[in-house]
């Protein structure tokens, strides 16, 4: 599977002017918000919680953004969908990546905006990467959709894999072979 990189900006006129790019440290207050939302409208969607992000600063959101290799989706209304990018740098693993923290807004979905999103961070996986990794709240059936629509296929089913106050989630680990 050939793969293109991400252009820096890609508009699309036909989908508002939605542009997909890696977002920088400037983009770290729009990130910030779009994550914290992500976390208190969609708590078992994530290993991380809204109770934990919420105090830290606005440095240490643009520090992530300039660490980590987060792709965001743009329109006229600012950011409205993210996706991350995770590459092993460990010579045993360097081979695995992980796709990790999707959201899309609410109000911005049913547009194809995270088929874009997970479109381009499969491309820019990198030549070394074979296979990338993910998991999903096994009951949300339009996430896993989605990640099977782009070639995910279910590996392993991880129970109680996430608690929120006295509920349980079971987690689909999910992998996609791209060498």
């Not at 989605?146 to 929120?164: C, D, K, P, Q, T």
């Amino acid at each position: 599977m050939k793969r293109a990189a991400v252009a820096p900006h890609f508009e699309d006129p036909g989908m508002d002017s939605l542009s997909l790019r890696r977002l920088s440290g400037d983009d770290a207050p729009a990130y910030r918000d779009l994550r914290l939302e992500a976390l208190r409208l969609e708590p078992q969607a994530f290993g991380s919680s809204w109770e934990e992000e919420a105090p830290r600063s606005m440095a240490e959101f643009a520090t992530r953004l300039v660490d980590t290799h987060v792709i965001g989706a743009l329109t006229v209304a600012g950011l409205v969908g993210m996706v991350g990018l995770q590459r092993s740098n460990r010579v045993k693993t360097v081979h695995i990546g992980s796709i990790w923290g999707m959201y899309v807004r609410p109000a911005a979905r049913g547009r194809g905006i995270g088929r874009r999103l997970l479109t381009a961070a499969i491309a820019e996986a990198g030549p070394e990467v074979r296979s990338l990794r993910l998991a999903v709240e096994a009951e949300n059936l339009p996430a896993r959709r989605l990640y099977e629509s782009v070639g995910f296929v279910a590996w392993a089913r991880e129970a109680e894999a996430l608690r929120i106050g006295d509920t349980f989630h079971d987690e689909i680990l999910m992998r996609l072979e791209i060498r």
